[in-house]
């Protein structure tokens, strides 16, 4: 698996980002972040129309607003389909209202060069990545299936990254530094 000091790979992956009838899909490019200089969040569940994974994708929709504010992409995918996506945003209703792109690495190019695939299916472990503006892994946390994540962790570590700063055990935006 690539952790923290890797370069994060380059992708071109189709992604749902919208449930109106012609706007549905984008082809998402890492070379694009890149560009305009953003951290990048991106963050994988193993399977749609599962259970833990729709409470992750809209808690970290409903923190949207903190990661643009602290200049950051968020990025979500899975293996599934980007068909698959917009069926499941259209089905559940915590996904309807979406706020970023639903990746889809059906290939498994993406998850592959990580190396978070898992189990007989080869499905996406629940990864998460923080990225730095120059294409840095900075931070890598993956959880057991079974275990959702801590949206507000992602968001403490990535306050703590953006300060270039020793920050110390529970440190949070405000407080003081090393």
């Given amino acids: 698996m690539l952790t923290i000091g890797d370069k994060f790979p380059e992708f071109a992956l189709e992604a749902c980002v919208s449930r109106a ?26 399977k749609d129309f599962t259970f833990v994974c729709p409470t992750e994708i809209k808690g970290f929709s409903d ?13 979500g995918g899975s293996t599934d389909t ?4 917009l069926a499941w945003r259209d089905n559940h209703p915590d996904l309807k209202e979406l706020k ?12 592959t060069k990580l190396g978070i695939l898992t189990g007989a299916d080869q499905v996406a472990l629940r990864a998460t990545f923080i990225v730095d503006p120059e294409n840095t ?8 299936l079974s275990v959702g994540r801590n949206i507000d962790e992602t968001i403490r570590v990535l306050d703590a990254l953006q300060t270039g700063e020793l920050t110390p055990c529970n440190w949070h935006k405000g407080e003081a530094t090393l």
């Fill in 21 to 46: 009838a012609g706007k549905e899909f984008k082809i998402i490019k890492s070379a694009d972040i890149l560009k305009n200089k953003k951290w990048l969040v991106f963050f994988f569940w193993p």
């Fill in 100 to 111: 970023f792109p639903m990746v889809s690495d059906h290939a498994k190019t993406l998850t």
């Fill in 137 to 144: 892994i900075r931070w890598v946390s993956v959880n057991d």
């Fill in 63 to 75: 923190k949207l607003s903190e990661f643009s504010a602290r200049g950051t992409v968020l990025l």
């Fill in 82 to 85: 980007a068909y698959v996506h």
